[in-house]
Structure formats: structure tokens, C-alpha cells
């Protein structure tokens, strides 16, 4: 268990990421989003709370592998069943992302919120079912999984958010020439 002692401080930092930036998207969506319908919540539920399951899916991963186990087998379930669950999930977001009537989503966001994330969890599962027999190049593996799903977490965070805020601007913006008094007609 020597190969998992040398990845505790990387599993520490990523954990203590991921927890940290969950709390903060929340406040940030809850800052930003305001007042908005039912339709544009459909949109950004269908980007935001992913990139809340992959931050917990870095954290999840973190926390199992800081834990004193004895042999690799049990983390390699744990982390296992985490990475086929992530990947149902983010083929269920394929799935809705596709379906969804608010927003066409571009080449960027099919890459960022559908593919790589998709990568993302796959790999963890593949690095947990080589982890019994390969646990140093595993761990590898794992980690780079863990490290790209917070890396885009963040990257999708702040596409999301300043999506939310020009929305926002955009119709203050209307808000604001409606409020104007209308200008004085021209004398010909």
C-alpha cells in the first residue's frame, strides 16, 4: 500500500478542491441566477449540476483513496462503481443536452460538458479495474481522470456563469430603455 501513501498529498489537494469550489459554485449560482423562469433553469440545470457531480466525483475519488486500506481491491470497487456511475450520468446529460428546447449547445460546450467529462469517468473506471494488478500505474491514471474532471469543472463553472451574468446584463440592459422616457418627436 506504499503506492498509495506516496499520492496522499495529491489526494488531499484534489479533495480539498473539489469540496471548495462545490461551496463556491453554489454561492455563485445562487448569487447569479436571481429571479429567472422555469425554461432558463432547464438550461442551466443541464449545465451546472454535472459540473457539481464532477467536483463530487473528485472528492469521492480523493476520499477513498486517502482511506487506510489494506489491499488495492477495495478502492478499486469503490472508485469502480464511482466511475460507472459518472458515466451513466454524463451519458444521461448527453442525453438531455440533446432534447433540451432552451438553449442549442455549441461545439464547445458537446467537447467540454458531454465529451471530455465522459473521458473523465471512463478513464477512472478503467484506472480503478487496473488498479488490483497495476496499482502504480493505476494510481497514474486515476489521478490524471481526477485532475481533468477538476480542471473542467472549473473551466464549465465559469462558462456557465458568465453565461447566467450577460443573460443578465442583456436584460437589464432591455430593462433599462424601457424605463427611459421615449424622446420628443422631431418637427419637420
Known amino acids: 500500500m506504499h503506492d498509495f501513501a506516496a499520492w496522499s498529498n495529491f489526494y488531499v489537494i484534489i479533495g480539498s478542491s473539489a469540496a471548495a469550489l462545490t461551496g463556491l ?56 462503481a464511482g466511475g460507472l456511475f459518472g458515466s451513466a450520468y454524463v451519458a444521461y446529460i448527453i442525453y438531455r443536452q440533446s432534447r433540451q428546447t432552451v438553449y442549442e449547445p455549441d461545439v464547445d460546450d458537446w467537447v467540454f460538458f458531454s465529451i ?46 458568465t453565461y447566467i451574468a450577460s443573460g443578465r446584463v442583456g436584460e437589464d440592459q432591455k430593462r433599462a430603455r424601457k424605463s427611459e422616457p421615449a424622446a420628443p418627436a422631431r418637427k419637420k
Open 116 to 161: 471530455l467529462p465522459l473521458i473523465g469517468h471512463v478513464t477512472i473506471l478503467v484506472g480503478a479495474l487496473l488498479l488490483p494488478a497495476f496499482t502504480a500505474n493505476a494510481l497514474f491514471v486515476i489521478g490524471a481522470a481526477v485532475l481533468l474532471l477538476i480542471l473542467l469543472g472549473i473551466r464549465n463553472a465559469w462558462d456557465v456563469v
Open 25 to 80: 459554485l453554489f454561492i455563485v449560482i445562487t448569487l447569479v441566477v436571481g429571479d429567472r423562469t422555469r425554461s432558463t433553469s432547464e438550461g442551466i440545470a443541464t449545465y451546472t449540476t454535472p459540473t457539481i457531480v464532477h467536483f463530487c466525483a473528485a472528492l469521492f475519488v480523493a476520499a477513498v483513496l486517502c482511506a487506510p486500506w489494506s489491499a488495492p481491491l477495495g478502492p478499486a470497487i469503490a472508485v469502480g
